[in-house]
């Protein structure tokens, strides 16, 4: 199902070249208001061409709210909010009609359903997630009533790291076009993408995301923990393939002893020391930072030739065409932050019903 | 909520120390027959006191059938399981009832619910997922008539890593009390976690698994991609920190020339020449070995004192007592197996609906 | 899915002549006191044997509470709850292991499913229902910390009926074994269903709920009107043919101008001069009295020879033997109320959700 | 929630004076062929302005598809289909801003939701059917490809009734503007209508729906039982006040004797010699024609001044004002079709996944 959430819940639809692209949110509340140029804002983090560094397609990414909205404040209806799509090239695609592209969705859609719309990767395409930026914007509208703020950034490329984010200036995460908040090694990752760029290749990278300002109990326990809702949402975008918070992978050769973190009364406020476990535990949040990692792969298109089969099993060599980025995390940022605000969103409104 | 699953949905329940846990499996179709003897030698595999290196709480954790189940077979009706608690000692935890343990759920649940089950953990307990490996047994017997195969091992303790699962024999898992199918990494990972109980303390570890002969077309594009699913059923386990599949967190440092994976035509199959994928192409199975690993933190209960604070923010010292894992993941091997069992079940039955 | 609601929500399992029936509440709130006395008390108003007008099956309907509450309170996690069948007398079925009862399940169920549990009915009988009744029973404790009372009452046997339930004291609904609150009506059905009885046959009836003190909004616009789901609840209770609410069936002959229920300021408090409206508007309580009536078809275990067929399409005769109600409505009275419980409580916790 | 159905799952959206209304179709199988005229004609069955006897806004009720179909298929993703709202006339009802219409839902969506869009009932308008008529058609188009039809029709207008369905040619139902198969109840109904009309009041009726062809196994046990589900979904028109099916509120004064439905073996298949159980058994379809009545109550707005309140509680007079329907059932025909195609295309995806 194309739907994400239980309370604050969203349904996406749309292809990459059909006529538009939209979502239906279903659940916020009544008596929000609703700032559109925050919406667009936010579409323009994530739209093509807005930097050397990615894809050149153009899409101003201009949204329509159908309903749901009435005098500037939401009115508890649904909100459906439609995208055009405008700078479709579907010919870029017709050689594609009948092969499948490495390591992309063409195999298992035309398997799985028979058919499909080969056009720019039809459902499969990350155009889709330009869906989710917008009502991700609307979750984060809601979530800054309760003070919640969410930061992502890039944090590496290639092999190119940021240091720990306590150690950086989130602020300064927009400065740069890969957005990296620290100028030197955002440099590195800049030079890093271009040369894979010029060598018609691509380079896969890591976004890290920092949850400030979260009210002690949001998550549910056993499966709808918030760091396992948090890691369905994340996994969800293309091109993932992992997910780490707190800890992470990195802690697994902790002692207990090293890893617990020890509670202090801060002046009336339960605290913890250290934050291994990522502002979570037992999948309900501590009011400590939440903060996890996500890991995308390098981009499955890339301008070079390649072996694969066509729809009739026949070996083809396939060239490498069309607009595409070199590397997906800088774009991929607002994606991450509005997954990670759809997600709290709907614990938010959860947590509204724990007790009598 | 305490439910997983679409169509082949589980709903679990229980507490660490109440008269019982259990689960209602509800959407499995019937005619299954039902192996009551494979459902109690798979909860062997996850009971306590098992081995040296697991607690020596003892629960044989036999269980009851309470419906739909007719002369062996599934009926379609809802399928309740129950397992008694036996060997409770509520009077270990009676020093806990108003301190809040380093790094365990007491703070969360006691903050979010207003009251909380102190004993034993109650429904945040890693008990629970004893419910979770009954239920993912019958969904085992469900994946073995598609002739589906999960193997999950232990692949690392501490810093000690076994070789890529490529290189091991998988069917040797269950002959080390440690479930690492290498025998010498297995010798040095119990070495290591002898080392860490008798030094009162705990270890973190990774758990891979493997799932094979999947057919293509399994899990959903956009929000329900297989990874997904998978990577929310893996971190609603206790004490898991990440989930990564295929290359994984590993894979950002790869241009995509390399880490692509070409389509070749073998006998008539279509297949992959790599597999940096691990068997998933746009959230959907392409047929290819699926594999992921799953990172486990150190057990947060350890035998030394810890500071903390109580129910009144008192600061105070914990004392380390009670019956637990120095590690968790030789446990938890047939509780991802679970985990994964009722992804693909669950799966294995939407697919059958993606066409005409 | 055997699951109803959705943020208060059960699933219920069990056959009738399995060890036990039970259900899974999940999303109860922590924090509320739960009186077993009064859930008792609810299952023994619903419980075979209670008079001469009911089954002579002996079930005591005594339940055990598996998880979910510590110290009599609720504590957030799912409550499982089970009651043991007793006296189930499966030889009385051993007759009809191959043929299917007129006006029963065994047909579609044998077709739906390719097999079924012929004893008593199996999934399909309603001692399903006790399982609902003390799930209502909980919602009903929940309800009553805000002030909602639910009062329902036999109100039609065959062609007897009942005065509106605006002229009767619904306090002596107790008072007769018919569960109908005039004593002259009371009388006349418990003579027919005593005729019916003697002559081997069956009768139907409707039920008339009443709730009253609901507060303003609750019910959900489009498709989870509050009438909505209480019709749907209704029609899941076992031989429920038709629901209707204010002016129902009825109302359909008069003009709007008749029909309309004008406002009126009555001492600050907005209310209606009349309510054909059954207390909600646009799917939304509106605070007048919600009324409905619920259709029962004659139960269909009658005492007579009938003409069938077996699984083999034989034509065959069915005597009628074993225990059945001659007329379900009085037993059925607290089952329409436990369901009514369950849709408020569901749309109570909903209603939270509105407005920021 | 604003979604309907479980597989075969609609959200719709939209208010009647917003600048479009909806519905994202998710859930229907890759493959099938989409006749853009036919849901046209479904559209135009339902629109405004159709007839003397139907309200005079002139609605075209055109759509554009944005997603889920390619080259005339169905792809699997989901279908967003949108419907322009051109002759909205706001101004109609500025005088009503403030004011709480008689048994319509201003005042509960008020007090709900804090604010409301009041110009012509905002999400609360019935214009909100027009996406599900849409959403029907294409369910329509599912369930032909099993043989399954459904035919509703108007069997009543006030006093005035049509003879049981077993003695009408349903065929004939699009004959008369009323949408009653029997010409001369239809001329009855018409000039009751205009009468109402010319007294500037309304009236209420009956839609009857039948429906033929459908397989045994259609509906599940329990709280999800065929008959609830038609029955919520019939239930959630604006406007309906009651739903019975099979022998319905009349069946409670049979003798079970009477009431039962004896199997027969006719030519190998097995069926009913009577059908007072309306097509339907323990929940589940039996292969009879299942039928049913929905109530719908006289149209709120009515040409005449009636008593209210405001926002303020002030009491005041509404002035009857606007373009609405004298009598809803002619245009209510196609929405009853399109919930039923809809419960029963859902139904029908569910009832593969019975047996393994």
Known sequence: MNSFGTLFRITTFGESHGPAIGVVIDGCPAGLEIDEAFIQSELSRRKPGQSKITTQRKEDDSFQILSGVFEGKTTG????LVIENKDQRSKDYSHLEKTFRPSHADYTYQTKYGLRDHRGGGRSSARETAARVAAGAIAKLLLNKSGIEIQAYVSQVGAIKAPPYTQLDLSKTESTIVRCPDPATAEKMIALIDEVRLSRDTIGGVVTCVIKNTPVGLGEPVFDKLHAQLGKGMLSINAVKGFEYGSGFDGVTLRGSQHNDEFVND????????????????????????YFNVAFKPVATIMQDQQSVDTEGNEVTIQGKGRHDPCVVPRAVPIVEAMAALVLADFLLRSKLSKI
């Open 267 to 290: 002046k009336g406020t339960i605290r913890t020391k250290t934050n291994h476990s990522g502002g979570i535990l037992g999948g309900i949040s501590n009011g400590e930072d939440i």
């Open 77 to 80: 209806a649904p909100i459906a």
